[in-house]
T-cell receptor
Framework: KNEVEQSPQNLTAQEGEFITINCSYS?????LHWLQQHPGGGIVSLFM???GKKKHGRLIATINIQEKHSSLHITASHPRDSAVYIC?????????FGTGTRLKVLA | KAGVTQTPRYLIKTRGQQVTLSCSPI?????VSWYQQTPGQGLQFLFE???????NKGNFPGRFSGRQFSNSRSEMNVSTLELGDSALYLC???????????FGPGTRLTVL
């Protein structure tokens, strides 16, 4: 079993839909990162969470440390949100990565 | 502030050769991490340097090595290249007061 599981692996949504991407992990962590990777390879760090919830624009990330689960929500999705979203738990300087969720938002 | 820069952006090598990749972090950032991304394995952590010291290392063979200089610039070296080393190599830097990582554009290495 992988240390980090993301679901779904692929997601196609219509513009304006509310999107949820889930991440479950089995290791102890000090923080969890959500990354966004656009076609062409550029990676942007969206959030770093160690507890609770964070919001940035239309993006919301939550984490439940006890349940070892995190979610990334996108409200009012837009075609420019099309990208791969990667969950990356980290602990004591070491990072492990989920396989990513490929999101496509159709206009 | 300039972002993280990586050189070269593209590289083609043959099996058995060695390669050195360079990463210049954001000014003031002292932590540099290196990652390998392949279609089959996804993103994998290689190592992290902080103030010229390797703080952590992923599960890669000894052919993969790195170092960090006093100006925080970092290099990674891969010796005796194998076909499976073909990948996008990303570096990321972070500052002292935050764990947010800022990624460079990557170096795409092709081993023939």
């Amino acid at each position: 079993k992988n240390e980090v599981e993301q679901s779904p692996q692929n997601l196609t949504a219509q513009e304006g839909e509310f999107i949820t991407i889930n991440c479950s992990y089995s290791v102890g962590i000090s923080a969890l990162h959500w990354l966004q990777q656009h076609p062409g390879g550029g990676i942007v760090s969206l959030f770093m969470l160690s507890s609770g919830k964070k919001k940035h624009g239309r993006l919301i990330a939550t984490i439940n440390i006890q349940e070892k689960h995190s979610s990334l929500h996108i409200t009012a999705s837009h075609p420019r949100d099309s990208a791969v979203y990667i969950c990356a738990p980290s602990g004591t300087y070491k990072y492990i990565f989920g396989t990513g969720t490929r999101l496509k938002v159709l206009a | 502030k300039a972002g993280v820069t990586q050189t070269p952006r593209y590289l083609i090598k043959t099996r058995g050769q060695q390669v050195t990749l360079s990463c210049s972090p954001i000014s003031g950032h002292r932590s540099v991490s290196w990652y390998q991304q392949t279609p089959g394995q996804g993103l994998q952590f290689l190592f992290e340097y902080f103030s010229e010291t390797q703080r952590n290392k992923g599960n890669f063979p000894g052919r993969f090595s790195g170092r960090q200089f006093s100006n925080s610039r970092s290099e990674m070296n891969v010796s005796t290249l194998e076909l499976g080393d073909s990948a996008l190599y990303l570096c990321a830097s972070s500052g002292v007061l935050t764990d947010t990582q800022y990624f460079g554009p990557g170096t795409r290495l092709t081993v023939l």
